[in-house]
């Protein structure tokens, strides 16, 4: 069964808003990365100490935040990938069909065979 994006014609326009999109998000990325870099933890360190209580060196609430944005953001991105992917394919296979079929000329023979 088609997806929504196959049965749709894509705009390049389209395309570029995404990829646009993309870039946004992995920006934003980049920076709550950075965020929980300036307090010196990743996302898989632990924000209990050896008794299990909460740290007392970084505000674990703030970083429970980020972590969880950073979560959010990577579906997201992943979500825009796929969308990406299936547009270019979507709009490849549209301009195959819609488009004359072209030859292109390199020096004295064509790229394409003569029929």
């Not at 991105?77 to 490849?92: C, H, P, T, V």
């Amino acid at each position: 069964m088609p997806s929504a994006i196959e049965t749709k014609n894509v705009t390049r326009r389209e395309i570029l808003d995404m990829m646009n999109e993309k870039e946004k998000l992995e920006q934003q990325l980049k920076s709550l990365g950075e965020v929980l870099q300036s307090h010196r933890v990743g996302m898989d360190e632990p924000l209990v100490d050896d008794q299990d209580f909460p740290r007392n060196d970084i505000d674990v609430y703030q970083i429970r935040l980020i972590r969880n944005r950073i979560i959010c953001t990577r579906n997201d991105l992943k979500a825009i990938m796929d969308r990406i992917e299936k547009s270019l394919n979507a709009y490849f296979t549209q301009s195959n069909h819609n488009e004359p079929e072209q030859h292109i000329h390199n020096g004295h023979c064509s790229l394409k065979p003569d029929n």
